[in-house]
């Protein structure tokens, strides 16, 4: 599965991804929070059976360093 792939399916799932870019700074998503880490880890739990923390999504600066952690 690509990164574009992967972007898409996280665009479905989570709205507040919509219109982001592999570039786009996370801090700079509006809306991004608590709430927004919490959704992007169930994003891929469900979808790749893929546990994530909250501290490794935090640790992404980009759109595109989140989705490097779905293999």
Same mark, same amino acid.
């Given at each position: 599965? !690509?990164?574009? =792939?992967?972007?898409?399916?996280?665009?479905?799932? *989570?709205? +507040?991804?919509?219109g982001? !870019?592999? =570039? !786009?700074?996370?801090?700079?998503?509006? %809306?991004?929070?608590? +709430?927004?880490?919490?959704?992007?880890? %169930? %994003? $891929?739990?469900?979808?790749?059976g +893929?546990?994530?923390?909250?501290?490794?999504?935090?640790? $992404?600066? !980009? *759109?595109?360093d989140?989705? =490097?952690?779905?293999?």
């Amino acid at each position: 599965m !690509t990164a574009s =792939e992967k972007l898409q399916a996280l665009q479905l799932d *989570v709205d +507040l991804f919509a219109g982001a !870019t592999l =570039e !786009t700074p996370l801090a700079g998503l509006p %809306h991004w929070g608590s +709430l927004a880490i919490l959704l992007t880890i %169930h %994003h $891929c739990e469900t979808q790749y059976g +893929l546990v994530l923390t909250g501290a490794q999504v935090r640790g $992404c600066p !980009t *759109v595109g360093d989140l989705l =490097e952690l779905i293999p």
